[in-house]
């Protein structure tokens, strides 16, 4: 009876551990989504910033070109920070149209267009935050 009783325990003590371990594995997973969620917004704030300042600096390519160079690199580096912070889909696919965009607006700019269309940067920039947003 006495080793019966000791089983008994050590399968509740080994549950028990098992249980715990599971639970804080959730909970760290948890959090980890929680916190890539809460880089994805912070960086699709941050891209949305630049943003606003590529349309300054088209508007103001005329007075200082390099601003024009200077938002459409912030814009690549925010959006190498957040593909690298992320294995969503949609926040990939919404990162890789933004990409794209910055590129189409880079090459018109090396071809002369003093004022770039802007509209696909924008647009893919407001689906960039509608995917970051928990």
């Known amino acids: 009876?006495?080793?019966?009783?000791?089983r008994r325990s050590r399968r509740t003590?080994?549950?028990a551990a098992v249980a715990a371990v599971g639970?804080?594995?959730g909970l760290t997973?948890?959090?980890?989504?929680?916190?890539k969620a809460l880089d994805c917004?912070?960086?699709?704030?941050?891209?949305?910033?630049?943003?606003?300042d590529l349309q300054q600096a088209v508007e103001n390519a005329s007075n200082d070109p390099t601003q024009l160079e200077e938002s459409l690199d912030?814009?690549?580096?925010?959006?190498?920070d957040i593909g690298d912070k992320t294995d969503n889909a949609d926040v990939n696919k919404a990162v890789d149209s933004l990409?794209?965009?910055?590129?189409?607006?880079?090459t018109a700019v090396k071809n002369g267009d003093a004022t770039p269309d802007l509209s696909p940067v924008t647009d893919a920039a407001g689906e960039l935050t509608k995917v970051c947003t928990p």
Not at 1 to 6: D, F, L, Q, V, Y
Not at 74 to 80: E, F, G
Request: aromatic fraction near 0%.
């Open 29 to 35: 997973t948890g959090c980890d989504a929680v916190n």
């Open 23 to 25: 639970l804080t594995v």
């Open 99 to 106: 990409a794209d965009a910055v590129g189409n607006v880079r």
């Open 1 to 6: 009876m006495g080793a019966s009783r000791r």
């Open 13 to 15: 003590v080994i549950a």
């Open 74 to 80: 912030s814009i690549d580096k925010n959006l190498d």
């Open 41 to 52: 917004v912070q960086t699709a704030d941050a891209i949305a910033d630049s943003v606003t």
